[in-house]
């Protein structure tokens, strides 16, 4: 089993950064693909990044290449989301998960369905104002 808190959610205005973090307990993180979800009122859930643990694989939705970086520190079992140059439409509930992901398809377009994987945090809302 694998616990996870998001956190460093807030509201910021467009143009601004925020950086979400994710924690992870009960289980390593090692040789597992942790995603960033999000999800605003009356859409579904889309996949925004993923990184594969056990290296540096990485893939990233189009409408936030450039200005998200995803990020792991294995130490602290902990996963960030770097968000930079904030819109207001990156507005919504963000969640990370974890999956059991092969490396290349953790870098894939796999990467950023989340029927793929199987561990989820509660979320954490972002607001961007214009």
């Known amino acids: 089993q694998v616990q996870l808190v998001e956190s460093g959610g807030g509201s910021v205005q467009a143009g601004g950064s925020l950086r979400l973090s994710c924690a992870a307990s009960?289980?390593?993180?090692?040789?597992?693909?942790m995603g960033w979800f999000r999800q605003a009122p009356g859409q579904e859930r889309e996949g925004v990044a993923s990184?594969?643990?056990?290296?540096?694989?990485?893939v990233y939705a189009d409408s936030v290449k450039g200005r998200f970086t995803v990020s792991r520190d294995n130490a602290k079992n902990t996963v960030y989301l770097q968000m930079n140059s904030l819109k207001p439409e990156d507005s919504a509930e963000y969640y990370c998960?974890?999956?059991?992901?092969?490396?290349?398809?953790?870098?894939?377009?796999?990467?950023?369905?989340?029927?793929?994987?199987?561990?989820w945090g509660q979320g954490t809302q972002v607001t961007v104002s214009s």
């Open positions: 998960a974890a999956g059991f992901l092969f490396a290349r398809d953790c870098g894939s377009p796999l990467g950023l369905l989340d029927r793929e994987f199987n561990y």
């Open positions: 009960g289980s390593t993180l090692s040789n597992k693909c």
């Open positions: 990184i594969y643990i056990g290296g540096s694989t990485t």
